[in-house]
Structures are given as C-alpha cells and as structure tokens.
C-alpha cells in the first residue's frame, strides 16, 4: 500500500503510524494529470492532491483507504477511517 504524504508535520505522524501498521511506503501527493501506477492507497485529509488522488482510484476502481479527524461529536480526537474495500 502506498501511504500518502501529508506534507504538515502535524498530521504526518498518522500516516506514518498507518503505513508501519500496514507495512506500507510513505509517498508524496501524485499531481493531477500523473499516473497513479499503484493500485492501493491511503489518505489522510483531501488536502493537498489527495482529493483529486481519492477521485482517481475510486474512477480506477482502486483500493483505499480514507483518514480524517471527526467532524461532529468528535470528543477526545477521535480519527474516522473509511475504505471502499467491500
């Protein structure tokens, strides 16, 4: 699995977490208009290339997974993980 760079300090350290967790490789945000050769991935956030990523492998029928914080009824930080893996 390719784990997605934040490029905050802040954050990093989750997706860092994530990719020791799944044996994964740290990447940085593929560009738009680039070819995404991998077909696993994992975002933190939509920030930062990883919204137009997110819409590639859902279009590609990718494996991914999806980080963020919660929005509401968040209490003590909780992170919310979604994937498209059926």
């Known amino acids: 699995m390719k784990c997605v760079r934040t490029m905050r300090p802040a954050t990093e350290k989750i997706i860092n977490a ?5 044996d994964g490789t740290i990447i940085n945000p593929i560009k ?3 070819d995404m050769p991998h077909n696993s991935y994992a975002f ?8 137009d990523m ?4 859902i279009q590609k029928n990718y494996d ?7 929005y509401f ?12 893996q059926k």
């Open 18 to 22: 994530w990719a020791k967790g799944c």
């Open 32 to 34: 738009d208009g680039q």
């Open 44 to 51: 933190l956030g939509v920030l930062r290339g990883a919204g």
């Open 54 to 57: 997110i819409k590639k492998c």
């Open 64 to 70: 991914y997974y999806f980080i963020d914080h919660a």
């Open 73 to 84: 009824d968040a209490g003590q930080n909780p992170i919310l993980v979604q994937s498209n």
